[in-house]
């Protein structure tokens, strides 16, 4: 593999409020969402290029705090930061405005 590569190139993450869900990762990726119905299933997009992974909200499954967790890259830690492991860094784990346990992640 190569390092300079990420290991995932994209995110899906479930909605039941798709306009909220949108203002709340707008707000939270810094980036705008771009709407697109696929079939009957509203999308909302944001970019990929090749040294970022890209994503999606989707309406439609099941948000779940149990599920999933995915991991940003970044961004201000809205919880109390945890270490991990020196060489990893830390993480703050947060509830998303449709239930999705989610987490970020920071080197400092």
């Known amino acids: 593999m190569n390092p300079n590569n990420n290991i995932f190139t994209w995110v899906e993450i479930h ?4 306009y909220r869900a ?3 990762y707008e707000s939270l990726l810094g980036l705008p969402i ?5 079939g009957e299933v509203l999308h909302g997009f ?3 290029t090749e040294n970022s992974v890209g994503g999606a909200i989707v309406r439609e499954g099941t948000p779940s705090k149990t599920g999933t967790i995915v991991y940003f890259d970044g961004g201000e830690v809205l919880l109390d930061k945890t270490l991990i492991a020196k060489e990893i ?4 784990i947060f509830l998303d405005t449709e239930g999705n346990r989610l987490a970020f992640w920071s080197s400092k």
């Open 15 to 18: 909605v039941t409020d798709f």
């Open 22 to 24: 949108k203002n709340f």
């Open 34 to 38: 771009h709407e697109s119905k696929i």
């Open 46 to 48: 944001w970019g990929h």
């Open 89 to 92: 860094g830390y993480q703050g």
